[in-house]
């Protein structure tokens, strides 16, 4: 695919997805208009070789799935994540400051480079819970309009601010959505946007997003600005390459997992029986026992894709001496002594050789021996599923920013070799 468009394409999506429900809900419409068939966890599947289907758990977490023509050999795998760091609103959200101010009471979701929220335009949205006619019913919401701001305090006020400055998530970081006499309006707001009565809503999922857009910069358009980058760009060049790629001798799949910046461990996470639970469940529907699941998984692969850090401009003395990917230097393959990635010899030289057959550039990424460094989903999947993994992602400056800033490049060069993966 021309960079160009894939790029136009990649900053749509990110840019209609300000939270997991959104993501999902863009790559079902993704799915749908590729001829994927929707199936449903309660219901009994049907599925035939040939088919390509697609199974929701949450609304935040999706797999899908293509049967190649004849007796699959196993599964070809990626993995990704549909959540990014942000703020999410309490139950009873709304607080009045001295009968002049409203603003919502919020906590953090994941790890947050928290001074980068500070005096720039947010929204809120994420899904409402509601009782319908043929019971509990989710609908997804999006105020999609500059209603909230958390303000920085002056320099005049706070004279150290630029010593640094420990920020209180409880008391620094709450932002500011209107006057007083607004109270209320958020919600009135947000059952509009979903079309119901206010006093119809019996639960909510709501976040804080950062309302920028995606965008080129550099004098020489090199880089890629935005929020969310962690991980809606492996989600999409996953699902891209996924649908553009016919099976051969492997059922090919791509997961979407939920929840991976608090841990995963949730009944949509990557440490959950989702993705062991649909591939039992499509061995059983091509007519195949225990042993021959376990079969497939030994001729399995798993590609775990998350970004990386790149060496920083201003700080190169925080990348490892030897390990140093760049942005635009291609598709960085992570490396972790006490196994916080799951790549091994082995399935580093399976990604190799898939980018050598794709023709796009690697790069390694370890972290320095005196830092510990984040962990990702690779070795949480295989806990449930054992197969053979490889952690990669593309390398990314300020990672749980607000804004983050990734290479133009490299987002093809993943799309690229994922295709070649998945054609085999």
Not at 117 to 134: I, M, Q, T, Y
Request: contains cysteine.
């Amino acid at each position: 695919m021309n960079q160009d468009k894939l790029l136009k394409k990649l900053f749509t999506f990110i840019d209609e997805s300000p939270t997991a429900f959104h993501a999902v809900m863009n790559l079902e419409k993704i799915l749908d208009k590729e001829g994927f068939t929707r199936l449903e966890e309660k219901d009994s599947w049907e599925i035939v070789k040939g088919g390509k289907y697609y199974v929701n758990r949450n609304g935040s977490a999706l797999i899908a799935f293509t049967i190649p023509e004849k007796d699959p050999a196993g599964y070809h795998m990626v993995a990704a994540h549909s959540d990014s760091p942000c703020f999410k609103l309490k139950e009873s959200p709304e607080i009045t400051v001295d009968d002049a101010y409203l603003k919502l009471n919020v906590e953090k979701y994941g790890g947050m480079i928290l001074s980068t929220w500070l005096d720039r335009p947010l929204s809120v949205a994420g899904r409402v819970v509601l009782k319908g006619k043929d019971g509990i019913l989710t609908k997804l919401v999006n105020a999609n309009r500059d209603i909230a701001l958390i303000p920085n305090l002056a320099i005049h006020i706070n004279k150290d601010i630029n010593k640094g400055v420990e920020y209180n998530p409880q008391t620094d970081m709450q932002p500011m959505i209107g006057e007083s006499s607004a109270k209320g309006n958020l919600f009135k707001l947000l059952a509009k946007e979903a079309g119901v009565e206010e006093k119809e809503i019996l639960g909510t999922d709501l976040f804080l997003y950062n309302r920028d857009q995606c965008r080129l910069v550099g004098i020489d358009d090199a880089f890629i600005a935005g929020p969310r980058l962690d991980d809606l760009e492996c989600v999409y060049a996953g699902l891209t390459a996924m649908v553009n790629e016919t099976p051969k001798k492997y059922i090919n799949l791509c997961a979407v997992f939920d929840n991976e910046e608090v841990g995963s461990t949730t009944k949509q996470g990557a440490a959950s029986t989702f993705l062991q639970d649909v591939l039992f469940r499509i061995c059983a529907k091509l007519g195949k026992g225990g042993e021959e699941y376990r079969r497939m998984l030994a001729d399995s692969f798993l590609i775990s894709a998350d970004n990386a850090h790149a060496l920083h401009p201003n700080h190169p003395e925080k990348a490892d001496v030897t390990n140093r990917p760049v942005l635009n230097g291609g598709i960085v393959i992570k490396y972790h002594g006490s196994q916080r990635y799951a790549t091994d010899a082995y399935s580093a030289a399976v990604m190799k050789d898939i980018c050598n057959r794709a023709g796009v550039p690697f790069q390694s990424y370890a972290n320095r021996s005196d830092i510990i460094g984040g962990s990702t989903l690779g070795n949480i999947s295989t806990a449930q599923v054992s197969v053979n993994t490889v952690d990669i992602g593309l390398a990314q400056l300020a990672m749980h920013s607000a804004c983050e800033t990734a290479g133009a490049k490299d987002v093809g060069y993943l799309t690229e070799a994922l295709r070649v993966f998945y054609r085999q």
